[in-house]
């Protein structure tokens, strides 16, 4: 259950956006409160999103806004974590899947981490037939996406 996930993330993460005085918004806002169903691996995919809101607080701008949106298409579940930090200038854009693969090292040696989040988060997605893009305009932000299917009818949610 997608919308009760993200909750629960927010509510993980909710301390490390106040410090930088970042807004955790969910969109659209009037989601149920559950009954957004996906057939994923549960912890898997937590972990996917915690990488892709963690990296929206940490790159985004101070006192900025990290929107997690999902749509619901035909089949499947569009997932997108946007922020309004500085982006990611297009040749970097393929690389930050690498592992190790940081930006802008002593920025990033201050914020921590090392360079495996989203390289994990690629695997993850990737083992559930999916994949995971990247959309950036510099001085803009950041939106990471990926998709991942509904249960066909009859099959329970876990
Ligand atoms: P870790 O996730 O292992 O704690 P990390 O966050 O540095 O460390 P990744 O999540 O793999 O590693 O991200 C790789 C690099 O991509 C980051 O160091 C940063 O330079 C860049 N990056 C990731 N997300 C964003 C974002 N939302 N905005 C700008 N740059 C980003
Ligand atoms: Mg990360």
């Not at 149920?32 to 963690?54: C, S």
């Not at 999902?70 to 499947?76: A, D, K, M, P, Y």
């Not at 090392?114 to 083992?127: D, M, Q, R, T, W």
């Amino acid at each position: 259950d997608l919308t009760t996930l993200v909750r629960e993330i927010f509510v993980l993460l909710e301390q490390q956006a106040a410090r930088r005085g970042t807004h955790l918004e969910l969109f659209p806002p009037n989601l149920p409160e559950t009954g957004l169903l996906v057939v994923a691996d549960r912890n898997r995919i937590r972990q996917v999103l915690v990488n892709l809101i963690d990296n929206a607080i940490k790159y985004g701008r101070d006192g900025g806004r990290v929107v997690v949106s999902l749509v619901e298409g035909g089949r499947s579940v569009r997932i997108a974590v946007r922020d309004d930090g500085a982006g990611i200038a297009p040749e970097h854009q393929n690389r930050i899947f690498e592992r190790f693969y940081r930006i802008d090292k002593s920025r990033s040696r201050e914020s921590g981490g090392s360079g495996l989040g989203l390289a994990i988060s690629k695997h993850i997605v990737e083992a559930h037939k999916s994949s995971i893009r990247v959309k950036s305009t510099v001085g803009e932000g950041t939106t990471l996406e990926f998709k991942l299917n509904k249960p066909k009818s009859g099959v329970l949610d876990q």
